[in-house]
């Protein structure tokens, strides 16, 4: 990275400079040779720099082991590089010597004398510890494949799977007659978002476990015994290991006698490595090794990679509990891991939380090294973290860890397991009473958690933050907090245990000045304006932060800054405003985003420059509204830029053109500044300050007028603010949705990520419904309503799941589930409750069991009413998508529900009529009639012990249908700022032409990303993704296609197997691999991303118009051409549905289809169609548009075609005429699909105009490049808006 930003001065200087050959000397510059020692310094600086490769000597054998290091790696990369490599996996407990003098593992490879290209590094094998041959167990176990599946409480079944390798299993080069038709009315197929069963991974050993002899006694550990281990060969043998310090041997021990001395001769087996012993043990070790290593090397390399520093995605759909992908194997060292992994004590899992985070946080971080090393250190401790919170959390929410006050309230109990405090996010100390209760405790918890992470992004020198994490499980909310020195700290008289900000509610103001000077930078990245609060006594107190914000100064000498959740002012028309029928909103926790007040800072700095600018004459007043919308259009390209991951069209179409049209604003705002700038007119924006009041509206008291006047002036700024999400970012957010100039989401977490990207709070989705009016913006509106919906049932959820047993949740989410979308099967649902359960838990609250599915619309209705202000349809339940919504709920409460055929409305005969059976809607996305008997009789064998009445009616969910919680975590990770300045800086150069600059910053970007994140993480995902489209649009096709399909996989495993940054992958993966010329795979990567959006949205998004068009293309690359036009009939029918008939959207694909019949050979369906887009073109652009001449061209030569093609046909049959007296029925039948579909070959003359017109269309598909791909996706690509 240094030898990169050293190289980036010449070039910065100047305009783009031409590339010239390293050993060329530069040109000196004007001034002198400044630039020339510049560059080389920067040379020199890249030859220290530059990678080297050494020779690994290894013990026992005469192999050796190239590996190729940096002189910034530290020494213990090596090592890891020197285990993970196949001839030395064997080794895990050694150091490495050079020139006879031992390497310590904690230093760079250029702090080592002499260490050069093709020096010698001895591997020398060390003692063993009991913890190193505990971890040698652990991974040789590991390695063989001997360890059994694991229960993990956090992240559930089959977390981090991927379904990647299943899409192609079947030969791509398939011939073309393979091609499946598809299916557009078909329901979603749950089935792809399971991967496909596999037989069993080939054994190399039976079984390796600690002995019932271990741990060794007194007497045998002062001898170097560290383990007893138990070894069950392939062959049935069984042998007794013992691992001492100098290595592993079998000893004389058996079942019934203790004796762990060595066996005598010829048994006598030992080695340093267990993984060696294995091999002289077990002839057929190394062959069996050899097979599971082949059996695992079949999937890709990402896809079985350890996820390692963030927490693998967990689906929502899993498989059947009798299924081989979930089958539970006997493994007696499971139950052993945790003394392997944590020592006898456990203190090995112990951390200091607190002190590893603030100690991190204070490294170094002046040279590019220093900051990759605290990054990545950064990185792997907050994830970590996170992993230890989320246990720690589901072990309290289960009631497993007891409290520390267990006479106080629930709500009220504070725990602390693993180092870390955890408490409920509920007001158990009445704290939030005034502002609401619980609901404001648990809004606040979340609020919380994003100000920590904010300030964690900010990463101001003396402030710290605790480790914060929110967990929601079973309906309850935890907080997970490190341990803040000083915090349980009882403070002495007259002392306050809060040195910054509110101390017992807001009775009592602290303003120690030593937090002053950081809290001040905190308050200016914030937006946050100095001002006056006052206490009890009315004493004036002037605070950087808002008062809620506490500084704590910890007994370890530390500032610590707390209770973030009020960085913001309230959103105060939000809270003036009443809802339909006096429905009041459940809090007053109503803040404003922080990505809304940064919007409205950089909106207030353009007026500034604005006002500036017209000042000084440089810019003429009537040019003002002008510039203003140059300025909005700068913004809303920003946000797209920022919407790329959610987008679902591909990016030749859209993607690219966006993508310049960012480039373009940027440079439009440059090219402003140095207009600025001429004649020493710079502008100084140092003078201008925008920020807000977040205690406005909040019950201060200002006693002077001057106070008043000034907080009078406060409180206009935060209606200010009010005004602008209200008037211009809501409005704006519409209109780019109506004109498709971002993507529409596809389901509750794409809107929200979109929603809050503009500073949009969730509680406006009513208003955001309400004002999503007409065609084109009916798909946002459903999703706004589906995402209500959804939230309101899991508030109500959650009600019920607060305090209930972990074994009664499955019968109350089943029973809820029914209520909520089994009334159609089952109108009166009754809970199924197992009586030995109900036995146990006497005293359980079952008010769940009162549910009915009335009363659960009526609570869901209120929960709108309330949160949203938003009254739902009548007979909105009858509307809703049943798969799409129990995606939607599973996700929000972390339900992981098996696999099946769920029943969700009733067929004739098979439940029994009810009074008010509701309409069923047209599509019914997994009901299946054929097996509605198959699923009762299996409900009835599944249900616990019922009354005999509930037995014989079916529902659509029992309680063994669900199979596990996983809980919801919210982190306060923060991101690589090094990574992603590599990645700008070269995103920067390559819009500046200097594409070989570009492109070394960008793969810096990619290798600190990796480094920093680990292989498998969302950041990572996100970097393969951007990564790919620049590729693409440099034309290096192979490396968008590879970086392409690690984004898919990376996504699957951590962000979901159906999420929308999964579609999007896919999706550009099937497109650069049919840029490439693999059409075939192509077509099964985008079959698979349409069948997956099926699940996720359902039939008809805005956004299938361009890949089924797409789709089409590729087909016709491929000459399946009546499969291609069935495609573009699709697309062509859901544009109209979206964007309306008479639209250009509509002409261009009717233009798009017309061609396709012609490919079809259907002539006369070609012409029509081409008509149909020449009349529109011509209506809405005129005569003279290039669109419509394009179009009139091509109904000429289609006309031409057309009748040429109808004389021969007719010609035919009248020789067929001539031929017989009469047509029979099967001639009749011949003769009438030769004039549809089939046309004559008889006439050579019309044979041939056939084949040059369909050689044109190809030809003319070549030329355009894609051409036809950007019609649907942007109407400007064609002649401007419809």
């Known amino acids: ?79 890891q590089s020197i285990i993970e490599h196949p001839i030395a996996i064997e080794f895990s407990c050694f150091h490495l010597e050079f020139n006879g003098k031992k390497i310590n593992d904690f230093i760079q490879v250029s702090d080592v004398e002499g260490l050069e290209n093709g020096a010698q590094l001895h591997l020398v094998e060390d003692p063993y510890t009991e913890k190193e041959a505990r971890i040698h167990l652990i991974r040789i176990r590991e390695l063989i494949g001997a360890s059994g599946d694991r229960t993990d409480t956090v992240h559930g079944v089959l977390a981090g799977v991927s379904v990647h390798d299943d899409i192609v299993v079947e030969n791509p080069d398939a011939p073309e007659a393979e091609i499946k038709e598809y299916d557009f009315q078909a329901p979603a197929d749950l089935a792809i978002l399971l991967p496909k069963e596999t037989g069993p991974a080939p054994k190399s050993i039976k079984s390796i476990s600690l002995s019932p002899w271990n741990p060794p006694p007194a007497y045998w550990r002062q001898k170097g015994h560290l383990l007893y281990l138990v070894v069950q060969t392939n062959e049935g043998e069984q042998h007794h290991v013992t691992a001492h310090v100098g290595g592993f041997f079998v000893n004389r021990c058996s079942n019934a006698k ?71 194997e006997a493994d007696n060292t499971r139950s052993q891991e945790t003394y392997l992994l944590g020592g006898a004590e456990n203190v090995d899992s112990l951390r200091d939380w607190n002190e590893e985070f603030q100690s991190a946080k204070e490294l170094p971080k002046e040279t590019i090294q220093d900051r990759v090393f605290r990054e990545r250190l950064l990185a792997k401790l907050f994830a970590d973290y996170t992993d230890a919170a989320a246990r720690g959390a589901v072990l ?34 009445g704290t939030f009473t005034s502002e609401g209760g619980d609901e404001a405790a648990r809004v606040a918890t979340g609020k919380d958690v994003l100000g920590v992470k904010l300030v964690n992004q900010l990463d101001i020198d003396g ?84 008062v809620e914000m506490k500084g704590l100064l910890g007994t370890d000498g530390r500032k610590y800054v707390l209770d973030l959740y009020r960085i913001t002012p309230l959103d105060i028309a939000w809270m003036e405003e009443s809802g339909p029928e006096g429905a009041e909103y459940p809090h007053r926790m109503t803040v404003l985003r922080p990505e809304l007040v940064e919007a409205l800072a950089k909106q207030k700095t353009r007026e500034y420059v604005q006002a500036e600018l017209l000042k000084r004459g440089i810019i003429k007043k009537p040019e003002e509204k002008k510039e203003g919308e140059e300025a909005t259009e700068e913004a809303k390209t920003e946000e797209t830029k920022t919407e790329e991951a959610e987008k679902s069209e591909e990016p030749k179409a859209e993607e690219t053109e966006k993508t310049e049209e960012a480039s373009e604003s940027t440079e439009v705002a440059e090219k402003k500044d140095e207009e600025a700038a001429k004649e020493d007119e710079r502008i100084d924006i140092s003078n201008f300050k925008f920020a807000l009041n977040p205690d406005v509206f909040s019950g201060q008291v200002p006693q002077t007028e001057e106070e008043k006047d000034e907080m009078a002036q406060d409180e206009q700024d935060v209606r200010d603010a009010c005004t602008y999400l209200r008037d211009s970012v809501i409005p704006a957010l519409l209109n780019d949705l109506k004109e498709s100039d971002i993507s529409f989401p596809m389901d509750g977490r794409s809107l929200t990520r979109l929603l809050h990207r503009r500073g949009i709070n969730m509680r406006y989705l009513g208003k955001l419904a309400t004002l999503s009016e007409g065609t084109r913006v009916e798909c946002f509106r ?27 949740t499955s019968a109350c989410l089943a029973h809820l589930l029914n209520c909520f979308l089994g009334f159609g099967l089952n109108s009166s649902p009754v809970a199924e409750v197992d009586e030995e359960l109900r036995k146990v838990f006497s005293d359980a609250d079952y008010s769940f069991e009162k549910v009915t599915p009335e009363s659960l619309r009526e609570a869901m209705q209120q929960e709108i009413l309330h949160r949203f202000r938003f009254t739902l349809e009548d007979g909105w339940f009858n509307q809703l998508q049943h798969v799409q919504m129990l995606r939607e709920v599973s996700q929000k409460l972390g339900v992981q529900i098996q696999n099946k055929k769920y029943s969700f409305v009733a067929t004739e005969g098979e439940a029994e009529p009810v009074a008010e059976k509701p309409v069923t809607p047209a599509p019914a996305p997994v009901e299946d009639g054929n097996k509605k008997k198959k699923k009762k009789k299996a409900a009835r064998e599944t249900s616990p012990v019922a009354a005999a009445p509930v037995a014989t009616v079916p529902h659509t969910f029992s309680p063994d249908d669900f199979v596990n919680v996983v809980p919801i975590v919210k982190d306060s990770t923060p991101r690589s700022a090094l990574a992603e300045e590599a990645l700008e800086a070269g995103r920067l150069s390559i819009y500046q032409n200097q594409k070989k600059l570009g492109e070394d910053l960008l793969l810096e970007s990619l290798s600190l990303h990796e480094q920093i994140y680990g292989l498998v993480h969302p950041e990572v995902a996100q970097m393969y993704h951007t990564l790919s489209q620049l590729y693409y649009q440099l034309g290096q096709k192979d490396a968008a296609v590879e970086l392409s399909r690690k ?211 190809e030809n003319s598909e070549k030329k355009k490049g894609g051409k036809k791909s950007k019609g649907p996706s942007n109407p400007k690509k064609r002649g401007g808006k419809a």
């Open 1 to 79: 990275m240094a030898d990169a930003s050293q190289a980036t001065t010449p070039a910065a200087e100047g305009n783009p400079v031409p590339e010239v050959p390293e050993t060329q000397t530069p040109p000196a510059d004007v001034n002198g040779t400044t630039e020339q020692e510049q560059t080389e310094e920067g040379a020199e600086q890249a030859l220290e720099d530059q990678p080297f490769v050494v020779t690994i000597v290894l013990p026992h054998t005469t192999e050796t082991l190239d590996i190729p290091v940096s002189p910034m790696e530290q020494i213990h990369e090596i090592r």
């Open 258 to 328: 203790f004796d762990p001395l060595p066996k005598p001769a010829p048994k006598n087996c030992a080695s340093h490595s267990l993984f060696t012993l294995l091999k002289k043990l077990s002839p057929s070790f190394e062959e069996s090794f050899k097979k599971f290593q082949e059996f695992s090397s079949q999937k890709d390399p990402l896809a079985t990679f350890q996820v390692g520093n963030t927490i693998p995605s967990a689906p929502w759909l899993v498989p059947s509990i009798n299924s081989s992908l979930t089958a539970h």
């Open 396 to 429: 309290v929410a289960r009631g497993e860890v007891a409290p520390l006050n267990p006479t106080e309230d629930k709500d009220a109990q504070i725990f602390v397991y693993n180092n870390i405090f955890f408490s409920f996010g509920a007001d158990g100390v």
């Open 463 to 546: 402030l710290y933050t605790p480790g914060t994490v929110v967990i929601d499980y079973l309906g309850k909310r935890i907080v997970g907090q490190s341990i803040v020195p000083g915090i349980f700290k009882q403070p002495e008289a007259g002392e306050n245990q809060i040195h910054y900000g509110a101390v017992d509610g807001k009775d009592i103001v602290a303003a120690d000045e030593r937090f002053a000077p950081s809290f001040e930078k905190l308050a200016t990245a914030l937006r946050v304006k100095k001002h006056a609060v006052w206490d009890k006594e009315n004493k004036r107190h002037d605070l950087e932060a808002s």
């Open 782 to 808: 459903q999703l706004c309503v589906r995402e209500m919906i959804a939230r309101a049932f899991k508030h109500v959820a959650a009600k019920y799941l607060r305090y209930l047993p972990l074994p009664l």
């Open 1047 to 1257: 984004a898919a996989i990376v996504a699957e495993r951590t962000v979901g197997l159906d999420s929308s940054e999964t579609v999007l992958n896919y999706l550009n993966l099937s497109l650069f691999l049919h840029q490439r010329g693999d059409s075939k795979e192509a077509l099964l990567y985008a079959r698979h991303a349409l069948d997956l959006w099926k699940v996720i949205y359902g039939p008809d998004h805005p956004d299938t118009i361009t890949t089924m068009n797409n789709y089409a293309v590729m087909l016709q690359s491929i000459k399946a051409y009546h499969e291609s036009r069935r495609w573009f009939e699709e697309s062509l029918r859901v544009c109209n549905k979206v964007f309306g008939e008479q639209t250009v959207h509509s002409a261009t694909l009717l233009f798009q289809l017309a061609q396709a019949l012609a490919l079809d050979q259907d002539a006369k369906k070609a012409v029509d169609r081409m008509r149909e887009s020449y009349n529109i073109f011509k209506t809405l652009l005129g005569p003279e548009d290039k669109n419509t001449k394009e179009a009139e061209h091509w109904l000429t030569q289609l006309t031409h075609n057309a009748v040429s093609v109808a004389k021969a046909t007719k010609e035919l049959q009248a020789r067929r005429a001539k031929g017989s007296l009469g047509f029979s029925p099967r001639n009749a039948t011949a003769g009438a699909a030769g004039i549809g579909s089939v046309v004559p070959s008889a006439v050579g003359v019309d044979n041939r105009n056939i084949d040059e017109l369909v050689k044109f269309v």
